[in-house]
């Protein structure tokens, strides 16, 4: 199983920018997939996460209403808008075999493949 995130860039304040993941391998498998980032210096922190009928998705607080989440065949998208400069970080995205609770989608420590992170860096 692999995992490749991808359209991470450099964006000024207010912009938008969509990040791709692709998954290959084994992805039936797959259960739940979900976002991930962190910034310099901070903790991982949960962005997003869809299950893999696309029909439950869930956000961080931080993101709620500017970020929206959906998948396509292997590949999910996260659509970010009206950038902000504490949106910097690295994103991972993620994915799970197996069922999985509603809180748990939020904990890095329940996914089981991860990709190797795109950087996004919002400039003020």
């Known amino acids: 199983v692999q995992l490749q995130a991808s359209g991470g860039g450099l964006v000024q304040a207010g912009d938008s920018l969509r990040l791709s993941c692709a998954a290959s391998?084994?992805?039936?498998?797959?259960?739940?997939m979900g976002w991930f980032r962190q910034a310099p210096g901070k903790e991982r922190e949960f962005v997003a996460h869809i299950s893999r009928s696309g029909d439950i998705t869930s956000y961080g607080d931080s993101v709620k209403g500017r970020f929206t989440v959906y998948n396509a065949k292997d590949t999910v998208y996260l659509e970010m808008n009206s950038l902000k400069p504490e949106d910097t970080a690295v994103y991972y995205c993620?994915?799970?075999?197996?069922?999985?609770?509603?809180?748990?989608?939020?904990?890095?420590?329940?996914?089981?493949?991860w990709g190797q992170g795109t950087e996004v860096t919002v400039s003020s």
């Open positions: 993620a994915a799970r075999t197996g069922g999985i609770s509603v809180s748990a989608v939020k904990m890095g420590s329940s996914y089981n493949y």
């Open positions: 391998g084994r992805t039936f498998s797959f259960a739940v």
